[in-house]
């Protein structure tokens, strides 16, 4: 596509029910991050993908907390037994090496 | 471990008027400094960036920023605002080449009165 695209754009749920938020980076994009996105702060980082695999991982919370890129283009993250602490947008971003970072309009999760 | 400050939560500026905003940062080799705007409902968009050379950086939409480097600064000014402008900006620091593990500060929202 065009532009990153994240799915669901709005995800509420409840404390303790499992959720994945999708995104499709831009076509031919090798690198792949998550950040997250408190209310009132800046985007805080959670993942890193270069192709397939996790090249850092390190902003994960806790463990929790999961993505995977299976087949190098779109990537699920995944969140187990939520928590009213993970309300927050999640958002995801590509970059094809020139020099900049091109993110989705993020998923907003609201964990009730 | 890098950071960035922006003493700034909230500006209101006229529409027309010039406008500066702040961004320390603290970073233990050269930094590769962003600045991203982010209007309700958007992605987060690249404004400009900053990797070496001239300190003067020219980005889209008349903004430009300065890299200090004896000040760990890398203010943004724009001369004359429109009301378009009004949205919230964020200044990042990130170890540069192809890692975009970037640090955000918490962003400064700019309001644009009439």
């Known amino acids: 596509g065009a532009g990153v695209s994240q799915t669901p754009s709005n995800k509420v749920t409840e404390k303790g029910k499992y959720v994945e938020l999708r995104c499709d980076p831009i076509?031919?994009?090798?690198?792949l991050y998550w950040y997250r996105q408190s209310l009132g702060q800046g985007p805080e980082f959670l993942i890193y993908f270069q192709g397939t695999g996790a090249a850092d991982d390190s902003g994960l919370p806790n463990d929790r907390f999961f993505a995977v890129r299976p087949e190098g283009s779109v990537s699920t993250l995944k969140i187990q037994r939520t928590e009213r602490g993970d309300s927050a947008v999640y958002l995801c971003?590509?970059?094809?090496?020139?020099?900049?970072?091109?993110f989705g309009e993020g998923s907003r999760l609201t964990v009730l | 471990a890098q950071s960035v400050t922006q003493p700034d939560i909230h500006i209101t500026v006229s529409e027309g008027a010039s406008l500066e905003l702040r961004c320390n940062y603290s970073?233990?080799?050269?930094?590769?400094l962003f600045w991203y705007v982010q209007s309700p409902g958007q992605g987060l968009q690249l404004l400009l960036k900053?990797?070496?050379?001239?300190?003067l950086v020219q980005g889209i939409k008349g903004f430009e920023a300065e890299f200090k480097r004896s000040q760990s600064s890398f203010n943004l000014r724009k001369p004359s605002v429109h009301w378009s402008d009004a949205a919230e900006y964020f200044c990042?620091?990130?170890?540069?080449?192809?890692?975009?593990?970037?640090?955000f500060g918490a962003g400064t929202t700019v309001t644009v009165r009439a």
């Open positions: 076509s031919g994009h090798t690198a």
């Open positions: 970073y233990g080799a050269t930094p590769y």
């Open positions: 900053y990797f070496s050379g001239d300190t």
């Open positions: 971003a590509s970059s094809g090496g020139a020099g900049e970072l091109f």
């Open positions: 990042a620091v990130g170890p540069g080449g192809n890692d975009y593990k970037l640090s």
